[in-house]
């Protein structure tokens, strides 16, 4: 056996012999890492010391939402439950969110109740782990949070993973009907790229290259617009402005001044938007869950805006379509 098995194997016996740990309240942090209350209905951030304490605590549901297929059979955080962005949280054949009654039914399989407390991680810094809380809320789970620093960190920092695949009794959590308050629409982005809506701020969190129209989408893609460039009037802070280089998120205080420089202070509405909704759920939960800003997701995102007809659009790169 190499190193590598050996050290796995390690891992998984070590959560097995854990003890079931009694119920307690969640030591939650906030991005500082100063213990908080939870907020709800509000999302909150649990950091791993706290989920590795509740790994078989039967109040609490762990939720992998990763990019790359695979990786959760390859191993996951110990009980977790793998859903797959593209088919457990959206429709599959129409372009929008997965419908309450979808959603009631997969959520009451992965065992959770109505005062279940569900935390959710992924990959590449909790990109669909985000979406995943920007979807339990909307259904009106008030008690849903985000391990700090995702999939990535929990391996670099030699937690316990487990192949093994949960066997869980039946929830009876009960999805209301779709937060409107929590998303935006077309419409309501036209009215704020044409003025007609000053109340609402717009922020962009694609790349600068995405959002100046120098590329359709990041190389690999395959979601597309056949224009290029962003809403007028958007402001550019990309998601990944608010990670820290181990993928935790930053400090109240330094989020507060990354998003204020570019007049996203609190003080007016939010709406935030990115390729597809994916990227964008990461700073909706910065801006509306950690800095409690009011703050709606444009799911839509470019591949709808940028398909559509009669829209306004800023270009600074000038790329034109089937050209270059």
Known sequence: MNTTSSTATRRVLRWLAAPLVALTLPAVADASGAPTATKSPRATIVEAAWLEANLNNPKVRI???????????????????????????????????????EFQKIVRAAGINKDTKVVLYGDKNNWF??????????????????LNGGRDKWVKDGRALSP??????????????????LRAFLPDVVKIAKKEDRTTKLVDIRSADEFNGKIFAPAGFQELAIRAGHIPGAQNVPWSTAVSPDGTFRPVADL???????????????????????????????????????????????TEYGNSVGVPIANPSGTVWGKG
Do not use: M
């Not at 297929?69 to 797959?84: C, D, L, Q, S, T």
């Not at 093994?164 to 308050?181: K, Q, Y």
């Not at 700073?283 to 709606?296: A, Q």
């Open 256 to 302: 507060k001044a990354i998003y204020s420089g570019k007049g996203i202070d609190g003080k007016k509405k939010v709406t935030v938007y990115c390729r597809i909704g994916e990227r964008a759920a990461h700073t909706w939960f910065v801006l509306s869950e950690i800095l409690g800003y009011d703050v709606k997701l444009y799911d839509g995102s470019w």
């Open 63 to 101: 939720i992998e939402v990763s990019t790359d297929p695979g990786v959760y059979e390859k191993g996951h955080i110990p009980n977790a439950v793998n859903f797959r962005w593209h088919t457990e949280f959206v429709d599959p054949v129409n372009r929008d969110i997965v419908s309450q009654t």
């Open 164 to 181: 093994l695949v949960p066997t869980l009794a039946a929830g009876n959590f009960t999805a209301t009907t779709p937060n409107a308050n």
């Open 129 to 146: 782990a985000a979406w995943g809380v920007w979807i339990f809320r909307t259904y009106g789970h008030s008690d849903v949070s985000i």
